[in-house]
């Protein structure tokens, strides 16, 4: 069975480094920002049934956003990410869960999470995990910690929200 799981969020919040933390244990300090959108996929293993996990990373920039609808399309379960040293990218949340409900339309209630991105940064953190585990409960969804830097939380809240999928 596939999953398919979209992660969005602002530019340069982490998504590419998420998934790669979660592919493919790795972390890049230099930036590259996607264009249009990357896939990537692992296999997991649950009471004996293989899974395909397909993360769809698509690129933050608004203004350039491609064909989203089909991006959007079958989305199982999805990652809204911001960057804890970044305000914006948190007062963006909102607007995020409302690009998903646009596009998912009737098909819009999925297992989420509110995901805090660079918890490593403990210096130049300006957002409370606090604040963050408010606005996911205001949303329904869970919150989760992360940094793909050290790779606190990546595997975790992924494999929360595919255990969510399963069960479902
Ligand atoms: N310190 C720290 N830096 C991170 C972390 N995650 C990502 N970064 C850095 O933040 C920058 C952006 O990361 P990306 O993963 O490319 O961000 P993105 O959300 O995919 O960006 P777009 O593709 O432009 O939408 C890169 O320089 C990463 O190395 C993290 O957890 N901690
Ligand atoms: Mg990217």
């Known amino acids: 069975m596939n999953i398919k799981c979209v992660i969005i969020g602002d530019r340069s919040v982490g998504k590419t480094s998420i998934c790669n933390r979660f592919v493919y ?3 890049q300090a230099l930036y590259a920002p996607t264009i249009g959108f990357d896939l990537f996929s692992k296999r997991i293993i649950k009471n004996n049934v293989e899974y395909r996990i397909v ?3 698509l690129m933050g920039d608004q203004e350039l956003r491609v064909s989203r609808k089909d991006y959007y399309m079958g989305a199982m379960c999805a990652l809204l990410v911001y960057d804890v040293s970044r305000i914006g990218t948190f007062q963006h949340i909102p ?3 409302e690009e998903l409900k646009i596009n998912l339309g009737k098909n819009y209630d999925i ?3 509110v995901v805090a991105n660079k918890q490593d940064l403990e210096n130049k953190k300006m957002i409370d995990n606090s604040k963050g585990e408010k606005l996911a409960k205001k949303y329904n969804t869970i919150f989760w ?6 790779g606190q939380g990546v ?3 992924i494999i929360e929200l ?4 399963i069960s479902k």
């Open 145 to 150: 910690p992360t940094s793909a830097k050290t």
């Open 155 to 157: 595997g975790e809240v």
């Open 95 to 97: 607007d995020w869960f």
């Open 25 to 27: 244990n790795t972390f």
């Open 162 to 165: 595919v255990t969510e999928v």
């Open 111 to 113: 297992p989420c999470a």
């Open 55 to 57: 993360l769809w990373d």
